[in-house]
């Protein structure tokens, strides 16, 4: 689960993580309003969505507003939150389409002395979360690894342990960091990284993370993503969730326990189990098509769940076919069967239908298929499968 900016620095000031003083507001008044009450000369007006690169996206309406601007003035704190507010922000992140700002972070202004990049992440290969930090703060990460992977130092650190003063040092090291420097990026590092495990985020990234004139490392940005499956241990940051950021199409697979996420093609897939919807992906690119969607149905679908599984890839008008793919193994080939035909007259097919069938009870489904008046397009194999909806997308 993501959250905005403002919503990550909640979290990380409580845990006693330096980061501004800042105001959401929802009108440009509030944003007014917001910027005499923090009562410095310079403020930032943040436009919060939930995507990176906003200081370079621009919006739609206004193209040659950005989604972060400097104001000195409540005046323009409330002019710039009123191109903001209710308008589409276009970033690397967002696609063409842009996602509609409904709320901005007024934030203090601060006296930068460098920016830096700083990220944890959980590394899979050994079990361990790990620390990631970089002098080229403000530059996407995934730019510097491909250019400069050299600049990205990284500590490994033990979960119940916490990262270790020595491990900071190290890194302080690296990054040219002297003096009180080291005693404020010892009490952020170690801050951050037990909020990472804390409250299990599956990312935290502050980028830029700021050294002050003052020698302070502060969280200029902050971007933290959360463990679905661990949000009832949780309640405060599943509040924090926003739906209206969210793919509506995955928020109501998400309420009928599917896995589901939105793409870009025009060939939709009904599977069962992740690597097999991997594979089908892959399959109808190698042969020329482009999948509108990953969606595992899961091993222990029923019938209702696999109906509005159905409903929810019809709806996507820019779907031309769809292949259902499923190996009976804990999931009966019968119940995808039976839910194909209900779904077929609840709801109705308006394109083509590929279906293939294997395993557990593969014959009984193929009969149910064969005797029903649902008109499909039969696969012997996914190699066959994946020829057949391409060409009937095309």
């Known amino acids: 689960m993501k959250i905005h900016e403002f919503q990550a620095k909640e979290v990380l000031r409580a845990a006693g993580v330096a980061v501004l003083r800042g105001e959401v507001a929802r009108t440009p008044e509030e944003a007014s309003a917001a910027y005499d009450k923090l009562g410095g000369e ?17 919006f739609i309406e206004e193209p040659e507003q950005h989604g972060v601007q400097l104001v000195r003035s409540a005046d323009e704190a409330r002019d710039v939150a009123a191109k903001m507010l209710g308008n589409r922000l276009v970033t690397i992140q967002t696609g063409a389409a842009g996602q509609t700002v409904r709320q901005v972070f007024v934030e203090e ?31 996407e990460i995934e730019k510097v690894a491909e250019e400069t992977p050299e600049l990205i130092h990284k500590e490994h650190f033990d979960p119940h342990f916490g990262l270790q003063a ?27 990284c037990k909020v990472y495990v804390q409250q299990d985020c599956s990312l935290a990234e502050i980028n830029p ?35 209206s950021e969210e793919e509506p199409a995955e928020v109501r697979a998400g309420e009928a326990g599917l896995s589901y996420v939105k793409l870009e093609g025009n060939i939709a897939c009904l599977v069962n189990g992740a690597g097999l919807a991997m594979s089908t992906m892959d399959i109808i690119k190698l042969h020329g098509g482009e ?18 599984a159905f409903r929810i890839i019809l709806d996507d008008k820019n779907v031309k076919a769809v292949l259902v793919n499923i190996f009976g193994g804990i999931m009966q080939c019968t119940t995808i069967a039976s839910a194909l035909v ?53």
């Open 209 to 243: 993370l700021v050294v002050t004139a003052e020698g302070e490392m502060v969280a200029l940005d902050a971007k933290m993503t959360f463990d679905d499956n661990a949000l009832f241990r949780h309640p405060n940051i599943e509040a924090y969730r926003d739906l």
């Open 42 to 58: 310079l403020a930032v007006v943040k436009a919060q969505v939930h995507a990176g690169g906003r200081g370079k996206g621009t």
């Open 291 to 308: 999948p509108a969607n990953f969606l595992d149905v899961g091993g222990g679908a029923k019938t209702e769940q696999v109906t509005e």
């Open 166 to 192: 020595y491990q900071v040092r190290k890194l302080c090291q690296k990054l040219g960091i002297e003096g009180k420097s080291v005693r404020s990026a010892q009490k952020f590092m170690q801050g951050l």
């Open 109 to 139: 202004g601060c006296n930068i002395a460098r920016e830096l990049y700083l990220g944890i992440v959980l590394d899979r290969a050994v079990s361990k979360p790990v620390l990631m930090v970089s002098s080229e703060g403000g530059v």
């Open 342 to 394: 209900e779904a077929y007259q609840t709801v109705g097919f308006n394109v083509p239908l590929v279906v293939r069938l294997e395993g557990t009870e593969v014959e009984q489904g193929r009969k149910i298929l064969k005797e029903s008046d649902v008109d499909i397009i039969t696969a012997t194999d996914l190699t066959d499968a994946a020829k057949k909806v391409v060409a009937a997308a095309g």
